[in-house]
């Protein structure tokens, strides 16, 4: 069957008169009653009885018709959808993220771009952040979220939020740590990131910036094992703010309160391929997720970079 011969039931059904019908649906009547005698056929039974009148349902025509009406709804809503999608973005991208997917708010930049660019599939990995830098570079990976200093002439960095590392003991060193001095401190015993990660770059900096370095080190290229590792009394360690201000209120560690880390969230594209949909699809939906009005405010992992107005592009960093 086909769906003009359903038209055509729908409309003598609801005007109960093949001309009308046939004006409706601009066509000729013995093309619309042709239509109606083919679908009888394909069915198997009478649609319509005629009547001095026109033309009424039968009992099955009656049964059969709220079916009908279905598939013709159907149709046109996959029409309708079909129009929406023209113009859309299409393609795979593949996007890093760093730290957890809370901080860099992975469920709710996936969550916008379902809802703006449904035919734009996003593979998400989870990277070291020095590691997320150099898959960008190199296009191993279409963009990423990232935080530290490193540039490089082909990366785009765009900025998304200024946070900090605070320095950490177990709890049960609290009194040992508050009052150390640094040479005292790296006396102990570190838990610290692969050598490529951001946050280490920043630790042998400030070691390098200090004179000393530990010399009894536990590597971990987690910042939750990080965490949990000092938690359980494994060594000095360091912790996103927002994360070490909480435990050290719930009496899980203890602040060394003598050094900052700050650094910046950011986001990495090729700059090469600054125009391509799926990159332009992909810092829209970034503006969304953190560069909005609302989420430009003030909230505990630190001070949001100010929103850009909506008519201009992000403002980006080589």
């Known amino acids: 069957m086909e769906l003009y011969q359903l038209r055509s039931f729908a409309a003598i059904a609801e005007l109960g008169h093949l001309t009308r019908a046939a004006e409706r649906l601009h066509v000729s009547q013995p093309a619309v009653s042709a239509q109606i005698k083919a679908l009888e056929d394909e069915l198997g039974v009478a649609l319509f009885d005629r009547v001095s009148s026109g033309m009424v349902l039968t009992a099955a025509g009656r049964r059969l018709l709220p079916t009908a009406e279905k598939v013709l709804d159907a149709a046109q809503a996959l029409r309708s959808q079909a129009r929406s999608l023209q113009g859309q973005v299409v393609g ?47 296009g191993e990976l279409d963009a990423s979220f990232y935080y530290g200093n490193r540039e490089h002439p082909d990366v785009v960095a765009v900025p998304i939020v200024n946070f900090a590392y605070r320095i950490v003991a177990p709890a049960a060193w609290g009194d040992r740590i508050r009052h150390a001095s640094w040479e005292e401190l790296v006396q102990m015993p570190w838990i610290v990131s692969p050598p490529i990660s951001t946050l280490r770059i920043q630790l042998d900096e400030l070691f390098a910036a200090r004179g000393s370095a530990p010399t009894s080190r536990i590597e971990a290229d987690n910042e939750a094992v990080m965490r949990s590792l000092a938690v359980a009394g494994a060594g000095v360690t360091v912790m996103r703010e927002d994360i070490a201000l909480a435990a050290a209120a719930a009496g899980e560690v203890a602040l060394w309160n003598r050094a900052r880390l700050a650094t910046t969230l950011k986001f990495l594209h090729l700059a090469q391929r600054a125009s391509d949909p799926e990159i332009q699809a992909l810092l829209t939906v970034l503006q969304r997720t953190w560069l909005s009005p609302v989420a430009a405010n003030e909230d505990a992992v630190g001070r949001r970079t100010p929103a850009p107005s909506t008519h201009e592009p992000l403002a980006a960093q080589r």
């Open 92 to 138: 795979r991208v593949r996007v890093g993220t760093v730290s957890d997917p809370e901080f860099t708010r992975v469920g709710a930049f996936l969550a916008h771009a379902l809802d703006a660019y449904p035919l734009l599939e996003i593979e998400i990995h989870h990277e070291v952040s020095g590691e997320a830098f150099d898959k960008v570079r190199d």
